[in-house]
């Protein structure tokens, strides 16, 4: 049996998602073995005192820990052992070893061979921190590199707190078993979580290699060994652009017929007549994924508008919804720091999937509104976050600069009831978004709309373009996928194709003056 795991979500509080920076995740070595035995007395007295007896849990650790097999066990090279430490003191252990399945004993087949989880443990006085999930993520990481596709544990049925824990993790029931301490015996379940195949890594917010040096190991194994995106990034090297000024910025118009797909994407009901290329179902085979936080997948776009272009899908087939998941595009935004750019765009503001949550990342810098946004008019500060506008090409965008995430997430709640209803009841208002985290504050363009597509992309043959406006086209990237169109496009009818499809300035003024305290603002 596997001596049930402890976790810092056991107490039942919310972990957050990362752990203090004061704490270091090493190796452990066998002189370790005492401050160990240590940590597990008291998580275990924590933790099993309710249901098992004080004598029975010591010995319980006798039996399974005793002194010269903890040694043993971390020296030995059947398990990584792992501690978290603070201030030199260790504060968390996990431990993971390859075993066998088991099978009843009259089967002599081999027994195929299984990743346990053996142990993870959080001292008391450190729980709620985000120590468990930096570690559960470590254990991930490892058994994937290990070749495994599942990973394996055990917590008792009367451990409700992290049995429950473990389920939000992915874990599931598959067996039980009993697990003795002393004389109390206790009912275990044997949980088993799946490790997605094609996962290149694992980020679950805290991992010792940047999540931006992982996106950038993706694209280099990606290009090396997928034939579609590394002909696509070959591509790259034919588009064609040209930019024209306004208003002291630069609007830049790219030709690049690897997004014809993108540009005509069905809407409405015949999005649901088609598969959807979003789910890890339907992935190319050869596509290779970054798991994200648990809940999404990081992908090299495969028709990209620049090089490092990257999707990041939901693991789940849900609708487009920013404010529902605005945590996790924030989160998005911070964990990938000032050299990223992320964008989103609405169901119906140019988005290919509008059936499946994603956002797109691209390298900062590229996007005209990019670097230009933070220069628009300032409005005033609701939750401390700071308001202001952009209005340089003629229409409006709502842009919110804040270090805090709590105070930022309220004023988007606000932003949501200020911009312009869509047509369908409890359809999401429309915009665009374009976000970045600089390493101490947010800033957040929005880019309020009132129409998904220009008039001038429903006309006939020879008179038309195909322009679909999303986040891109609206911070100053405008993508046409047909070499006419591309000539055909000039300052003007470019303009209006942005201002016909976004709200002008002074509706986006009343919209980011709604998100202030009554009586504040410019």
């Not at 429950?164 to 002393?182: A, Q, V």
């Not at 059936?355 to 810098?365: A, E, K, N, T």
Request: proline content about 9%; aromatic content about 8%; charged content about 25%.
């Amino acid at each position: 049996p596997l001596p049930p795991p402890d976790d810092a979500a056991m107490t039942g509080k919310t972990s957050p998602r990362r752990p203090p920076n004061s704490v270091r995740i090493r190796e452990a070595a066998p002189a370790d073995a005492g401050p160990i035995r240590r940590l597990l007395r008291r998580s275990w007295t924590d933790t099993y005192g309710v249901f098992i007896p004080p004598e029975d849990i010591r010995k319980g650790l006798d039996e399974h820990y005793p002194p010269a097999r903890l040694r043993e066990i971390i020296a030995g090279n059947h398990n990584r052992c792992v501690v978290a430490e603070e201030d030199g003191r260790i504060i968390g252990f996990l431990r993971l070893g390859v075993g066998p399945a088991p099978l009843p004993a009259a089967d002599f087949r081999p027994r195929p061979a299984r990743m346990y989880l053996r142990s993870i443990y959080v001292s008391p006085d450190r729980k709620g921190r985000g120590v468990g999930r930096t570690l559960m993520a470590l254990a991930d990481e490892h058994a994937r590199r290990s070749g495994f596709r599942e990973i394996w544990l055990g917590v008792m049925r009367p451990n409700r707190n992290a049995y429950e824990w473990y389920l939000r993790r992915g874990f599931s029931p598959r067996e039980e078993e009993t697990f003795t301490m002393g004389v109390t015996t206790v009912p275990c379940l044997i949980c088993c979580k799946g490790l997605p195949a094609r996962a290149f890594a694992v980020y679950d917010g805290f991992s010792e290699t940047p999540l931006s040096d992982l996106c950038l190991g993706l694209f280099s194994d990606q290009t090396a060994h997928w034939r579609r995106l590394r002909e696509a990034v070959r591509m790259l090297g034919l588009v064609v652009t040209k930019s024209f000024r306004e208003r002291g910025l630069s609007l830049t118009v790219q030709r690049n017929p690897g997004r014809i797909a993108s540009s005509t994407a069905a809407v409405g009901k015949a999005v649901a007549h088609r598969p959807c290329f979003l789910c890890r179902r339907h992935l190319p085979r050869s596509q290779k994924t970054i798991l994200y936080r648990e809940d999404f997948l990081i992908l090299c776009n495969p028709a990209p508008i620049v090089m490092h272009h990257f999707t990041v899908a939901s693991r789940r087939h849900r609708p487009q919804a920013f404010f529902a998941s605005a945590k996790d595009y924030l989160l998005l935004c911070r964990d990938l720091g000032r050299r990223w750019d992320v964008l989103y765009n609405g169901p119906r503001c140019g988005a290919s999937a509008p059936d499946h949550l994603h956002f797109q990342v691209i390298p900062s810098g590229i996007l005209p509104l990019s670097a230009a946004a933070g220069a628009g008019p300032f409005v005033g500060r609701a939750e401390g976050v700071s308001v202001s506008i952009f209005r340089n090409f003629g229409y409006g965008a709502v842009v919110l600069t804040s270090g805090d995430l709590p105070s930022l997430l309220k004023v988007l709640d606000r932003l949501r009831e200020a911009l312009p209803p869509a047509g369908a009841e409890g359809e999401e208002p429309m915009f665009n978004a374009l976000g970045r985290h600089d390493g101490k504050f947010w800033r957040l363009v929005v880019f309020p709309r009132r129409k998904h597509r220009p008039d001038i992309f429903h006309r006939e043959e020879g008179e038309r373009l195909l322009v679909t406006p999303g986040a891109f086209e609206m911070s100053g990237l405008v993508v046409v996928p047909r070499e006419n169109d591309f000539f055909r496009i000039d300052k003007p009818r470019l303009l209006q194709i942005l201002r016909e499809v976004a709200l002008p300035p002074r509706r986006t003024l009343g919209i980011a003056k709604r998100l202030l305290p009554d009586g504040e603002g410019r």
